[in-house]
């Protein structure tokens, strides 16, 4: 199984930029897909992004435009850069893990808080 260790979460004003990294043990190269959700409070666990192992993506719409997710094999990191940040992309935002095509996201890491407000 993968363990999955985020960081870059903090408080930032609306219009700002925030980087998320997820750092994940052993390689990542060959997962089927990483992706990052979020959580507000009261509400479900949404997707944010997903990157596949191949080097596509896809984004939830609300932050199509805004949030980018990369992927550095060498380092074992998955990044989501987060720019013109929004007071409803509040949330604790979690990294995932796929392993194979016929799996979900089965691995989670503990999650990181992100709080936009003036």
């Known amino acids: 199984q993968v363990q999955l260790v985020e960081s870059g979460g903090g408080l930032v004003q609306p219009g700002g930029s925030l980087r998320l990294s997820c750092a994940a043990s052993?390689?990542?190269?060959?997962?089927?897909?990483m992706g990052w959700y979020r959580q507000a409070p009261g509400k479900q666990r949404d997707m944010v992004a997903h990157i596949f192992s191949v080097g596509n993506t896809n984004y939830a719409d609300s932050v199509k435009g805004r949030f980018t997710i990369s992927r550095d094999n060498a380092k074992n990191t998955v990044d989501l850069q987060m720019n013109s940040l929004k007071p409803e992309d509040t949330a604790v935002y979690f990294c995932?893990?796929?392993?194979?095509?016929?799996?979900?996201?089965?691995?989670w890491g503990q999650g990181t808080q992100v709080t936009v407000s003036s």
């Open positions: 052993g390689s990542i190269f060959n997962i089927y897909a």
């Open positions: 995932a893990a796929r392993t194979t095509i016929f799996s979900g996201f089965g691995s």
